[in-house]
T-cell receptor
Framework: SQQGEEDPQALSIQEGENATMNCSYK?????LQWYRQNSGRGLVHLIL?????REKHSGRLRVTLDTSKKSSSLLITASRAADTASYFCATGVHAGGTSYGKLTFGQGTILTVHP | DAGVTQSPTHLIKTRGQQVTLRCSPKSGHDTVSWYQQALGQGPQFIFQ???????QRGNFPDRFSGHQFPNYSSELNVNALLLGDSALYLC????????????????FGPGTRLTVL
């Protein structure tokens, strides 16, 4: 079963614009990770944010985490055509050590950046 | 530094057959997880191997089995293939920090595209 839900399901923007994707989840988590996937290929790890962190930056990426609302957002600034991909959030649960390692993914957001 | 590698890239099988997929983790990693990704869906956790044992399992039938070798590489076996097993199978590796139980970044391989006819 899917833990997270990404919103929107699809996003179409022009190069140079910012892209914001949201992720909601249901259970308490230890960390949340964002991945990118190009055309049904392997997942590329973008950023990991732990449950005690509220915001994290990596290059043009900014991730926020609100554990009270069980939600996260991924902001890509100054988007490029090469950012066109599917983006997934994945949650990791630390439930007494029995669920560590397992990632639960959402359905993903398809981002299209037009040149 | 080699990343996660998987073989084969593509595979076509018929219903009822058996298949073995292979994964070599990123250098220095000791934990391998397998995921199934159906078209248009997010990956779903199949199981995870650590110290050559299955440590955790998702909601998949016993037709799905695996193995981890002393060099940390892993195999995923699927018996009695069904049409619904057609998917991209992803392997992810990570470094387990057992004492602190911290979940670390998982690095994914390019996947094996399995088609069952």
């Amino acid at each position: 079963s899917q833990q997270g839900e990404e919103d929107p399901q699809a996003l179409s923007i022009q190069e140079g614009e910012n892209a914001t994707m949201n992720c909601s989840y249901k259970t308490s988590i230890n960390n949340l990770q964002w991945y990118r996937q190009n055309s049904g290929r392997g997942l590329v790890h973008l950023i990991l944010i732990r449950s005690n962190e509220r915001e994290k930056h990596s290059g043009r990426l900014r991730v926020t985490l609100d554990t009270s609302k069980k939600s996260s957002s991924l902001l890509i600034t100054a988007s490029r055509a090469a950012d066109t991909a599917s983006y997934f959030c994945a949650t990791g649960v630390h439930a007494g050590g029995t669920s560590y390692g397992k990632l639960t993914f959402g359905q993903g957001t398809i981002l299209t950046v037009h040149p | 530094d080699a990343g996660v590698t998987q073989s084969p890239t593509h595979l076509i099988k018929t219903r009822g057959q058996q298949v073995t997929l292979r994964c070599s983790p990123k250098s220095g990693h000791d934990t391998v997880s397998w995921y199934q990704q159906a078209l248009g869906q997010g990956p779903q956790f199949i199981f995870q191997y650590y110290e050559e044992e299955e440590r955790q399992r998702g909601n998949f039938p016993d037709r799905f089995s695996g193995h981890q070798f002393p060099n940390y590489s892993s195999e995923l076996n699927v018996n009695a293939l069904l049409l619904g097993d057609s998917a991209l199978y992803l392997c992810a590796s990570s470094l387990d920090r057992v004492t602190t139980r911290i979940i670390n970044e998982q690095f994914f391989g390019p996947g094996t595209r399995l088609t069952v006819l």
